[in-house]
């Protein structure tokens, strides 16, 4: 689907570069090292995205470094977009749909990361009115899949209402920290 949507398969393979790390930072060499592309192709990447928005450079010492600009207003919708894209995307979109009454999704940035900081992180939250087995059946199996212990919750729509009328730690840790929406959208969470 990217490929579709952007015409220039240098520009997302440096996206995916800075979607899958925010904090990353690049210079034109190292992207170039890494991507296996010409210097002149990353180079006129950098500035484009530079000149849209998204990245912003500083100079280091004889280095230009490239870095998200976290203060363009597209950044989170493309993080999403390229996570929904991405292997584990797919694989979460592919298995969680198949739950039945799964209103909202939500992948939270610990789950991006791949690290608990607070005793609050959880990795996903799942609201509707699904059967919690079958959800359980989904999850032991994307645990197994991906390698790795997810922390979860799953409520239905009254009990999410009174966990957010009652700012409930990890619920409002999930809502207002970074994260990405693999079912539903954005409005079901109002």
Excluded at 21 to 36: N, W
Aim: glycine share 6%.
């Amino acid at each position: 689907m990217l490929k579709n949507l952007f015409i220039s398969k240098v520009r997302i393979r440096i996206l995916e570069r800075y979607m899958s790390d925010t904090k990353a930072s690049y210079h034109v060499r190292g992207l170039v090292r890494e991507l296996g592309e010409e210097i002149n192709a990353v180079r006129r990447e950098l500035l484009n995205l530079k000149s849209a928005g998204i990245l912003k450079s500083v100079k280091d010492g004889n280095k230009i470094v490239y870095t998200i600009d976290k203060r363009c207003p597209i950044i989170w919708e493309l993080r999403s977009m390229f996570f929904k894209e991405s292997e584990i995307g797919q694989l979460l979109y592919s298995r969680l749909s198949t739950v039945n009454g799964i209103t909202v999704g939500i992948v939270t940035d610990a789950f991006l990361q791949n690290k608990h900081e607070n005793a609050t992180d959880i990795d996903m939250i799942f609201i509707g009115d699904m059967k919690v087995k079958e959800l359980t059946t989904v999850m032991n199996a994307l645990e197994k899949d991906l390698g790795r212990v997810i922390k979860y919750a799953a409520m239905k729509p009254e009990d999410y209402e009174f966990g957010r009328r009652k700012k409930d730690p990890i619920l409002m840790n999930a809502l207002q920290n970074d994260k990405i929406i693999i079912l539903g959208k954005d409005s079901d969470l109002i």
